[in-house]
């Protein structure tokens, strides 16, 4: 278990740096496994049982990461959440998985005690005073201890991760000690880890690609991760420049951002062991671009937050171009006809299903949505569509669903809708994302305004920040007389987006 080997780690070097942020003291083995106790220590003194929900809702930072891993120490399941959702989402994340827990920034503290007085299973919130500059007081008046359960049992959830849908509220998928383990596993299997890797972290943590790919990788090899509390490019590219690290993984968006810092110079990074693109499609224009500049050929590879990573391509052979590679060691992914779900030969584009041990148990308190999730013979039914290579490369070609991905990260269209729709001067509208160099896509809102309405783009914008984080605000909206709909009424997006996407 991935417990298991970082336990083994922190024994056998306790003296070697296994996390450092920028500018922080470097945090050793020992002293990690020692910080982790006396956090693990700390929510069992609160009555913390195992099961019991733990959001997080910090910025990238050390006790975030205590917490993460003393909440897996102890079989407790860890929610962590983005500090960018405003209340309204953050209070439906608590209500809905029934958190005994948040652990948040002090900073927060007059928005966050009103909402949570009106959670019955909320009951208590640890506030971090700075904590990005880790003060860490619980951990001083507390003594390691290892005598607390460990979490055996690999079909124990481990986390929870929030997803949105195209037909309902977030879900929580619940991603079990068993998931992680193989996930990670298979990942040091694939791209070689090792001890003296040093990871540049860059991504945020409360997704699996920051969380489980990256941070969950450097830990498990016993490697080193020095971590940035947020990508700012500039910054990044000075570090990947000094030599210091093997091991960089980023979303297109902050490739992109390198790539253009580099303007026209050839600046040398072959030195790096590892760089890899997901999250999002990684462009074709960015992938040559990346080698001309950089002599580095990324590696793209396929996840989603259900499962951590499925496929990927090779650290040694042909990373292909637009392909996303093939099934990582215990993972196994065919392509089917999206309606029958037959198998489709090689070269057919249909959905991508996933089957393997690091596929997730199911939606949090959602076994209608579970059994959706798979196909009757047990494949997890991805949504996106792809083919497969006669070589075994596989490659995405769209998506089924009505998804969004802009820097790297997912909105479904009707979540902004619905927020819209809330605004007293919107008739009907209908989200799309338009193609943009460096983000991939943009959120952009098409609206029909009540008769008589005067409200404006700003006007709107402002309302949808008071419900939705940030990355899910429309950056542009456009007043429009009708939206292109089908005889049933249904909002064409194609047509929409051919439209207004230019
Ligand atoms: C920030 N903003 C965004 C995004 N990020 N808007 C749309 N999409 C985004 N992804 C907002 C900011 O709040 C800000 O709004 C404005 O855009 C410009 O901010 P800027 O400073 O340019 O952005 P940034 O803070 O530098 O962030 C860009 C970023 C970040 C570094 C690319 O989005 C990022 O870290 N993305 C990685 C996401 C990720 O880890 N995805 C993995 C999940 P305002 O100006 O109004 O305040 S998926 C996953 O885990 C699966 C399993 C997988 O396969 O990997």
Same mark, same amino acid.
């Given at each position: ?36 106790? %006396? ?12 099961? *019991? ?30 500090? $960018? ?22 900073? *927060? ?34 003594? &390691? ?23 309902? %509220? ?11 383990? $193989? ?81 026209? %110079? ?14 999002? %499609? ?93 196909? &009757? ?41 619905? &927020? ?9 509208? &209908? ?26 783009? $700003? ?44």
């Amino acid at each position: 278990m991935f417990l298991d080997t970082l336990a083994d780690h922190c024994r056998n070097q306790p003296d070697k740096t296994a996390l450092q942020f920028l500018d922080g003291q470097p945090v050793a083995y020992g002293q990690l496994e020692v910080a982790v106790n %006396r956090t693990a220590n700390y929510l069992l003194s609160l009555g913390i049982q195992p099961g *019991d929900r733990i959001a997080v809702q910090l910025p990238k930072c050390l006790p975030f990461i205590y917490f993460h891993l003393a909440t897996l120490q102890i079989g407790a399941i860890f929610l962590p959440l983005n500090p $960018a959702y405003p209340t309204a989402e953050l209070r439906y994340f608590l209500a809905d998985s029934a958190a005994r827990l948040l652990i948040a920034d002090a900073a *927060d503290q007059a928005r966050l005690d009103g909402l949570t007085e009106s959670l019955p299973d909320h009951q208590k919130t640890i506030y971090i005073h700075k904590p990005q500059e880790s003060g860490a007081t619980w951990l001083k008046d507390r003594s &390691a201890l290892r005598d607390y359960p460990l979490p055996a049992d690999p079909d124990q959830t481990a986390m929870m991760l929030y997803t949105s849908g195209t037909t309902s %509220r977030p879900k929580g998928a619940q991603i079990t000690h068993g998931n992680l383990t $193989a996930n990670i596993v298979s990942l040091h299997q694939a791209w070689g880890w090792r001890a003296d890797d040093v990871l540049l972290h860059a991504l945020p943590v409360f997704h699996v690609h920051g969380l489980v790919v990256a941070l969950h990788g450097a830990l498990h090899a016993g490697a080193t991760a020095i971590l940035c509390p947020a990508f700012d490019a500039p910054t990044a590219l000075d570090l990947l420049r000094s030599r210091r690290f093997s091991v960089f993984m980023g979303v297109p968006t902050m490739h992109r951002r390198l790539y253009q810092l580099a303007a026209g %110079r050839r600046i040398d990074l072959s030195h790096m062991r590892l760089m890899t693109s997901g999250s999002d %499609r990684l462009p074709d224009d960015l992938f040559f671009g990346y080698q001309e500049a950089f002599n580095v050929t990324l590696l793209e590879r396929y996840g989603m937050t259900e499962t951590g990573m499925n496929l990927s391509n090779p650290l040694h052979g042909e990373r292909r171009v637009g392909a996303v590679g093939m099934p990582l060691p215990g993972v196994s992914a065919r392509i089917v006809d999206p309606d029958t779900e037959a198998p489709l030969p090689d070269g057919e584009i249909g959905e991508v299903q996933i089957k393997g041990a690091h596929v997730f148990k199911g939606y949090w308190r959602q076994p209608e949505k579970t059994a959706d999730a798979f196909s &009757a013979d047990g494949w997890l039914r991805t949504g996106d569509l792809g083919l497969r290579e006669p070589d075994g490369y596989f490659t995405l070609k769209g998506r089924a669903k009505d998804l969004i991905i802009t820097g790297g990260l997912n909105v479904y269209p009707p979540e902004v809708e619905l &927020a819209l729709m809330e605004h007293p001067a919107v008739a009907a509208c &209908a989200v799309i994302g338009c193609p943009d160099a460096e983000w991939g896509e943009l959120v952009v809102a098409a609206i029909i305004r009540r008769d008589g309405a005067l409200a404006e783009a $700003a006007g709107i914008s402002a309302f949808c920040r008071e419900r939705l984080a940030t990355y899910k605000v429309p950056r542009r909206v456009v007043f429009v007389k009708e939206l292109p709909s089908n005889a049933l009424g249904k909002v064409q997006k194609a047509k929409l987006r051919e439209a207004l996407c230019g």
